[in-house]
């Protein structure tokens, strides 16, 4: 049976639930540091949380957009000043088979 994307972004969000922030994008905002430090982050957990400090100069939705496109991951939400970020292992995925299929 397969769900909608909500239903996947929600149990993504579930999942992440307990998580730390794995990344912190300061002053200086989304740098090419900032941005290879989340592409590592990604490799290596798939879901991970990124918290904007509140001097950051890029609006959190902006941010969003921006890793979403630069990294290939994908947004499941944001809470506040931090994005949840999901990008399957391209090897071994380890998240996938807890989530809902998406419907075609």
Do not use: W
Request: overall charge positive.
């Amino acid at each position: 049976m397969s769900a909608s994307i909500g239903k996947r972004r929600r149990a993504l969000r579930a999942l992440a639930h307990p998580l730390k922030p794995a990344v912190l994008i300061g002053q200086r905002g989304l740098t090419a540091a900032a941005l290879r430090q989340v592409d590592t982050a990604l490799a290596d957990h798939e879901l991970i949380k990124v918290k904007l400090s509140a001097d950051c100069p890029a609006e959190r939705h902006e941010a969003g957009e921006t890793l979403v496109a630069e990294l290939g991951c994908e947004l499941a939400g944001i809470v506040g000043r931090v994005l949840v970020l999901y990008r399957p292992h391209p090897e071994k995925p380890r998240i996938e088979s807890k989530l809902p299929a998406v419907r075609a």
